[in-house]
């Protein structure tokens, strides 16, 4: 009776409860569904989480392979450059070579068109010599002598900054000269030096001018004391007057007009009794000739008494200097003798 007595008012409580909340006597919150809620809400969170996370490490993975791609693009550009440089430059210096062995070089001062050419200033050719052109001169073989006519090279003050050095280089016989050189046994043992007649010095710029000078086709039968006296004083005169005047047009040789009492070796190489040099030099818009002309004879230090105009070492060598030389110009400079300009501190 009790348990239905309470049961009853509990049944009471409970519906009075629930009518108060708007609710029928059977109405609960289904805690299962709130559990299932949040279930869903906890399983879609995840699977944002699990796409972030991919997305990012797709984002990465795509980035770092850009990277790398991008910087072995980069490294290979620069490769690329690289290599070009180089190749440019090694173009470059291999043109600057090349213009380094012409004859001709470039200097300051605005030459006339008719001296822009390479060999304007060659003397008119004796028509039995044979011309070699060399790296760094130019030359004119009489194969009677067996030594040279004449050798004609343009000296700049540039060229004068070379250091290669002669001892490093031995004398042989040029292979060029069609009909044969003098050979090395000429000398042997004959009392002559093998005298340059491009020197040494004046070629220390490049290593083909400085082996050319050695070929016996440059070198002509020269006293000891005439090669290593005065007349290495005219040639060290004038490297002085290229480095002051920025370049010299010079031509030299040994006097082979008529054919001297002595020879030497099996070749029968001439030896001459004189040798001259002469030069031109365009200083301020204007021409300045030098002419000398020593016998192997010669001695002492005073180079002024060998001083000529090229007039008189055209007679005495037999040879047309400067042809391409306007003739009024020429008939000047080779006439007039500038011993003033060459030899005082005063300079026009």
Do not use: C
């Not at 299962?32 to 809400?41: I, T, V």
């Not at 043992?189 to 004046?202: I, T």
């Amino acid at each position: 009776m009790a348990k239905d007595s309470f049961q009853n008012r509990y049944n009471a409580d409970a519906s009075a409860f629930n009518k108060s909340r708007g609710g029928s006597a059977n109405h609960r919150p289904s805690a299962s569904k709130s559990r299932g809620g949040r279930s869903f809400l906890g399983k879609f969170t995840w699977v944002i989480v699990v796409v972030v996370f991919v997305a990012i490490a797709w984002y990465y993975n795509k980035g770092k392979g850009t990277v790398q791609s991008t910087s072995i693009t980069i490294a290979e550009q620069v490769e690329q450059g690289s290599n070009t440089l180089k190749q440019e430059f090694n173009e470059l210096k291999e043109v600057s070579n090349s213009q380094r062995e012409t004859v001709s070089k470039s200097y300051s001062g605005n030459l006339p068109e008719w001296a822009t050419t390479s060999d304007w200033f060659y003397p008119e050719t004796p028509t039995t010599a044979e011309i070699i052109t060399k790296t760094g001169f130019t030359l004119a073989y009489n194969e009677a002598a067996e030594q040279a006519w004449w050798v004609a090279y343009h000296l700049t003050s540039d060229e004068l900054k070379g250091t290669l050095d002669r001892d490093n280089f031995d004398f042989d016989e040029d292979v060029e000269v069609s009909t044969g050189s003098a050979s090395l046994r000429d000398y042997k043992g004959s009392g002559y030096d093998r005298g340059h007649l491009v020197p040494a010095a004046d070629v220390k710029w490049n290593a083909k001018a400085m082996q050319a000078s050695f070929l016996m086709s440059n070198v002509s039968p020269q006293k000891h004391s005439f090669n290593a006296g005065i007349w290495e004083r005219l040639e060290s005169r004038f490297r002085g007057w290229a480095k002051r005047d920025g370049s010299l047009y010079i031509v030299t040789g040994p006097l082979l007009k008529e054919k001297p009492n002595n020879t030497i070796g099996i070749n029968q190489v001439w030896v001459p009794n004189s040798y001259y040099k002469v030069a031109l030099t365009y200083k301020k818009n204007r021409w300045h000739a030098a002419a000398f002309i020593l016998d192997q004879q010669a001695s002492g230090k005073n180079l002024e008494p060998y001083f000529l105009t090229i007039d008189e070492v055209e007679r005495q060598t037999g040879l047309d200097f400067f042809p391409a030389i306007p003739d009024e110009l020429e008939e000047q400079l080779e006439s007039e003798s500038e011993l003033g300009y060459w030899f005082t501190n005063s300079r026009k």
